[in-house]
């Protein structure tokens, strides 16, 4: 049998791809390895769009700090609250070194720096 990763729903393994979340199945063996994979793993950040989220991904990336992007926004319906944020997960074990990088990069000050550069 066959799994929908988003979604759960199973589907015989002639079926390829979930008709409901448009995204390629997988077997059990594979998300019961992705769901141990990523089952200690903590929030860190929650952006509010994309582009944000995936510039904070980049930051810790290049802090070597694994991280994943766990998008809960409908593109149907803009939600409020927990259900339209976009989350940063990291593993618990990097967490300190993760909030560290984020506090830097929310202080860094893009006009001082250009200042900086510029002399203005």
Sequence with gaps: MNICPEC?????DSVTKCPDCDVLLVTKKQKEE?????????VVYTAGSNYEAEMMRT????????????NQ????FQ??????IIKILVPIDKVSDALVVIENAES????EEIEDNFGS
Excluded at 34 to 42: G, Q, S
Excluded at 73 to 76: H, N, T
Excluded at 108 to 111: A, E
Aim: with cysteine.
């Design 8 to 12: 759960g729903c199973e589907y015989k």
């Design 34 to 42: 992705k769901d141990r994979r990523y089952k200690n793993w903590e």
């Design 59 to 70: 930051n810790l990336e290049s802090a070597n700090i694994e991280c994943v992007i766990l």
């Design 73 to 76: 926004k409908d593109r149907s």
């Design 79 to 84: 939600l409020d609250g927990d259900l339209g």
């Design 108 to 111: 860094f000050d893009d006009d």
